[in-house]
């Protein structure tokens, strides 16, 4: 099994810039999840899927950020405009379903830099 | 979220094993008891979770207490590659991990 697969792993973008970050979950999982990880805030969650649909996107920080999963092996995170304050790890995680003894796998992350 | 407690950090020497203590006191009948760790630059990575009983796998083990109040990860024989950052996680609802500080752990040569 490859594993939740995230690209790129490096991004480094000018402020103002639309940034686009991608994940292909692990195959067979219903549910998918996007986390932010900054020295500030440590690791929070910013949306959740369950079977391509969105059900909590209370973390998305404000209106520049949107997700979308179009279909059941891939999802984007995008930033636009992008801002320096944006400059974070972003990891993608997903599983079988939410239940509580469902595990959750995260990807490698996708370290973003915005200048 | 049931808060948890972990010590900011540890040191332990190669191929002894490690002890790492978390405290849950308010956690409730059905909540589970997450472990995962994080290594430098990497995706946090699920070790272990358990509800009531002790539970073992190929990387570690959990005690968890009668009461549920305070549970241990076992890493049998730390190797210089368990190196990170380790966090308890007790789960309340379907889909939200809430990760705290998490405890450093280093391991010495």
């Known amino acids: 099994d490859a594993g939740v697969i995230q690209s790129p792993r490096h991004e480094v973008t000018e402020m103002g810039q639309e940034v686009t970050l991608r994940c292909k979950p692990i195959?067979?999982?219903?549910?998918l999840f996007w986390y932010r990880q900054t020295m500030m805030r440590g690791l929070e969650l910013l949306i959740y899927?369950?079977?391509?649909?969105?059900?909590?996107d209370s973390g998305m920080p404000e209106d520049r950020f949107s997700a979308k999963m179009p279909n059941a092996s891939f999802s984007t995170l995008k930033i636009q405009p992008s801002e320096p304050r944006d400059s974070a790890v972003y990891f993608c995680?997903?599983?079988?379903?939410?239940?509580?003894?469902?595990?959750?796998?995260f990807g490698p992350g996708t370290r973003l830099t915005v200048l | 979220d049931a808060k948890t407690t972990q010590p900011p950090s540890m040191d332990c020497a190669e191929g002894r094993a490690a002890n790492l203590p978390c405290n849950h006191s308010?956690?409730?009948?059905?909540?589970?008891v997450y472990w995962y760790r994080q290594i430098h630059s990497q995706g946090p990575q699920y070790i272990i979770h358990?509800?009531?009983n002790n539970e073992t796998n190929e990387m570690a083990s959990l005690i968890i207490t009668e009461d549920r109040k305070s549970s241990t990860l076992i890493l049998p024989h730390a190797t210089l590659r368990d190196t990170a950052v380790y966090y308890c996680?007790?789960?309340?609802?379907?889909?939200?991990?809430?990760f705290g500080a998490g405890t450093t752990v280093t391991v010495r040569a």
């Open positions: 358990g509800l009531k």
């Open positions: 195959s067979g999982h219903n549910s």
């Open positions: 995680a997903s599983s079988l379903q939410a239940l509580l003894k469902d595990t959750q796998y």
């Open positions: 996680i007790v789960r309340v609802n379907g889909y939200k991990l809430s």
């Open positions: 308010t956690i409730s009948g059905n909540e589970y």
């Open positions: 899927f369950n079977n391509n649909v969105p059900i909590d």
